[in-house]
């Protein structure tokens, strides 16, 4: 699965500002339900839910927040590059600066799962991340996030 499946070049935010973790989740649930066609507090109390089971927050400065949805009919993403970094409780509590949102139909589980290990194996190059936090306009990331797996492992 490539990322250029489920992210549009206008998910991409270069700049995101947030004060808080629970502010940051409903910035990107407002940016989010302005494609998905949901209710932004619907995925902001969605993504809440998911929080209180564990924090997606993957150490490293990395988190992908996500949710399933009854409406959704494919498995849509969300990236967020933040203006600082914002506290999320992540496994190595170090806070987050590079955030992927992941929004899945209820019936997408291998889907859903496919997304989600796609975007952890992206987030877990370095030579990627470095690249996502040395950009900062939404057309530069959205280019780095999608180019094929074969040249982003390429060293």
């Known amino acids: 699965m490539q990322l250029s499946e ?40 969605t993504l809440l839910q998911r929080e209180k089971l564990g924090s997606t927050g993957l150490g490293q400065g990395m988190a ?11 498995v849509q993403g969300y990236f967020a590059r933040l203006a600082g970094p914002v506290e999320f409780e992540a496994i190595d509590d170090q ?5 992927f949102l992941l929004l899945a139909p209820e019936s997408a589980g291998a889907d859903h799962l496919k997304a989600l290990a796609r975007i952890s194996r992206l987030l877990r190059d370095p030579a990627l991340v470095a690249k996502l936090r040395g950009t900062d306009d939404a057309e530069g990331l959205y280019a780095i996030l999608t180019e094929p797996a074969s040249t982003s492992h390429a060293a």
Do not use: M
Request: aromatic residues 4%; without cysteine; charged residues 25%.
């Open 64 to 74: 992908i927040p996500h949710g399933k949805f009854a409406t959704l009919d494919r």
């Open 6 to 45: 489920i992210i549009a070049s206008d998910a991409v935010l270069p700049a995101l500002k947030a004060g808080s973790k629970k502010q940051l989740l409903q910035e990107l649930a407002n940016h989010a339900a302005k494609h998905a066609g949901l209710d932004a507090r619907l995925i902001f109390e």
């Open 95 to 99: 806070p987050v600066d590079l955030v």
